[in-house]
C-alpha cells in the first residue's frame, strides 16, 4: 500500500504545474463599469465582478476582415528551415536600483505612448514581404521608441507561413516562452516558434490582466501577437498599454512605497491540513521545493501562510522592483505583473480560478499583501492607459516586452490568436548561448493536456 504522504506530494506535483492559470467561464456577459476594489478580507458576501474598463476603444472594422480557414492559416511551409530547437528564453535584464522616482515620471510623461499604429495602404500590403524587408530599420526604430505596434491590413499574416516571413523580414529571432513548461500555452505550429495564445475554451472567461511576458528570472525581449481568428461571437480584444505611461500616471506616494518596499508575487497555492504535525508539513515543503519548483526555471521559495490562511503552502517568487530601466534605452518603466496577479483585483473580476492557482502580490519586507489603497492606485493607473485593441486576421502587435504590457479580454465563441517570442538578436551576450531543453517540453504537453479536458462551461466560485 503506497504511503499517504506520497499521494499528498503528488497532488502537490499536480497543483503546482499551473502557476497564475485559470479554469473558470462565465458565458454571460460581463457588465462594464466603473467601480472601486472592496477588500479581499470581506467575505460576507461575494464580491461583484465587473469586467475592468479601458482608456482606449477603437472601433472593429466594418466590414469585418475576411480570414482564413483553420486548415489554411495553420499551413507551414516545409521548405522553410524547422525552428523548433529555438533559443531559450534570455534571462531578465535587471537594472533597478537608485531610480529618482520624480525624475523618472517626468521623463516618462515625455514619452510618446504605445502603440502606434501602422495600416497598410493597397500599395504595402501587395508589396507583402518585401514591405517589412525594405522598412526593418524604421519599424524596429519605432518600436524602440513607442513600446508597441499595431500594424493592420495586411494579408501576408492572415496565415502563419507569412506571419513567420514578416518576422523573419524584421530580424526578430524566436526564443521559447519564459514559462515553457506551466501549460499556459502549447505550440499551435512548432517548427514556426508559434505558440497559441490564450485561447482555450475553459479560459475565455478569463479576463487576464496586464502583464510582461516575464518572471523575475527570464523575460523574452520582443513578442509578436498575430490574430488569425477574432472571437466569433464577442469580445476577445487584446489588452496593451504603455509602461511609461503607467509610471508617469502612478500616485508618486504609492509608486515610492512599491519601489522602497519591493514585491514579491506568489504563483500557485497548495493547502495542507492545519492539523499535520509541522515535520510532516515541512517534509511537504522540502519535496516540493525539490522536485516541483525547478521544472518552472523560476526563483521560487515554498512558504507557509504568507496569506494568513493555516497549512496554505505558496510558491512565491523572489523580490524584484516594479521599478526597471529599459535595457537599451535605460528610460524607467513599469515593469511588473502585479496588475495580473494582485487577490484584490483578481477577486472583482472575471476570474474564477481555483485557489490553487490563486495569485498574490506581496511587498517584499514583510510579506504582507498589497493593501486596498495600493491595489486601487495600480487598477486606476493601469486601466486608465489600456487601449483594447480590435485585432482582425492578419493584424499583429509587436511589442517590446521591457516597455509594453498586455493582457486579454473575456470573449464568446472561439478564437484562435498566436505568439511568437524573440530573444536580444542584436546582443549575443544578453542573449546567452542555450538551446531549447527539450526535458521542459513533455511538462507543457501533460498541463495542455489537463487544460484541455476543461469543459467550456466550467465554474468557480472558491475566491
Not at 72 to 83: G, N, Q, T, V, Y
Amino acid at each position: 500500500m503506497a504511503s499517504p504522504f506520497l499521494s499528498v506530494a503528488a497532488a502537490a506535483v499536480v497543483l503546482l504545474l499551473s502557476p497564475a492559470s485559470a479554469f473558470v467561464v462565465f458565458p454571460r456577459p460581463i457588465p462594464r463599469v466603473h467601480s472601486h476594489v472592496a477588500s479581499t478580507m470581506d467575505r460576507a458576501e461575494a464580491p461583484i465582478r465587473i469586467a475592468p474598463d479601458a482608456g482606449k476603444i477603437p472601433q472593429w472594422e466594418e466590414p469585418p476582415r475576411q480570414g482564413l480557414s483553420q486548415e489554411e492559416f495553420l499551413a507551414s511551409d516545409e521548405s522553410k528551415p524547422d525552428l523548433s530547437e529555438m533559443w531559450e528564453c534570455p534571462l531578465t535584464r535587471w537594472d533597478s536600483d537608485g531610480v529618482d522616482i520624480a525624475a523618472a515620471q517626468r521623463e516618462a510623461r515625455k514619452m510618446p505612448k504605445a502603440p502606434l499604429e501602422l495600416k497598410a495602404t493597397a500599395a504595402a500590403n501587395a508589396q507583402g514581404f518585401e514591405y517589412f524587408a525594405k522598412n526593418r530599420k524604421k519599424i524596429r526604430a519605432d518600436l524602440l521608441k513607442y513600446g508597441a505596434i499595431w500594424i493592420r491590413g495586411f494579408d501576408l499574416m492572415k496565415g502563419v507561413s507569412g506571419f513567420r516571413e514578416m518576422y523573419s523580414a524584421l530580424g526578430l529571432d524566436p526564443c521559447l516562452d519564459p514559462l515553457h513548461s506551466s501549460g499556459l500555452r502549447k505550440f499551435a505550429v512548432e517548427r514556426d516558434a508559434l505558440y497559441e495564445e490564450v485561447n482555450k475554451p475553459s479560459l475565455r472567461g478569463h479576463y487576464i490582466g496586464l502583464h510582461c511576458e516575464s518572471t523575475a528570472k527570464r523575460t523574452a525581449a520582443y513578442a509578436a501577437f498575430v490574430c488569425f481568428q477574432k472571437a466569433t461571437e464577442s469580445g476577445g480584444r487584446f489588452l496593451v498599454a504603455d509602461g511609461t505611461a503607467i509610471l508617469g500616471e502612478m500616485d508618486p506616494d504609492v509608486l515610492r512605497r512599491l519601489y522602497d518596499r519591493k514585491i514579491r508575487i506568489s504563483v500557485s497555492n497548495l493547502d495542507i491540513p492545519p492539523s499535520f504535525p509541522g515535520l510532516v508539513k515541512e517534509g511537504i515543503k522540502n519535496l516540493v521545493d525539490a522536485a516541483v519548483a525547478p521544472k518552472f526555471d523560476m526563483d521560487l521559495e515554498m512558504i507557509y501562510e504568507a496569506d494568513g490562511k493555516p497549512g496554505r503552502l505558496q510558491a512565491i517568487e523572489s523580490a524584484e522592483a516594479p521599478i526597471n530601466r529599459h535595457p537599451v534605452t535605460g528610460i524607467p518603466v513599469w515593469f511588473n505583473n502585479a496588475h495580473n496577479h494582485a487577490r484584490k483585483l483578481r477577486d472583482r473580476r472575471p476570474c474564477g480560478v481555483p485557489e490553487v492557482g490563486m495569485t498574490e502580490v506581496f511587498y517584499a519586507d514583510t510579506l504582507e499583501p498589497l493593501s486596498l489603497e495600493d491595489c486601487e492606485e495600480i487598477k486606476r493607473a493601469s486601466e486608465k492607459h489600456i487601449t483594447a485593441l480590435p485585432m482582425e486576421p492578419g493584424d499583429v502587435l509587436l511589442v517590446d516586452n521591457y516597455r509594453a504590457l498586455h493582457g486579454r479580454d473575456v470573449f464568446q465563441g472561439d478564437r484562435f490568436h498566436a505568439v511568437s517570442w524573440f530573444t536580444w538578436d542584436d546582443n549575443e551576450e544578453w542573449r546567452g548561448d542555450e538551446r531549447r531543453i527539450v526535458a521542459k517540453n513533455g511538462l507543457n504537453q501533460v498541463m495542455n493536456q489537463m487544460m484541455d479536458f476543461l469543459p467550456k462551461d466550467f465554474e468557480s466560485d472558491q475566491s
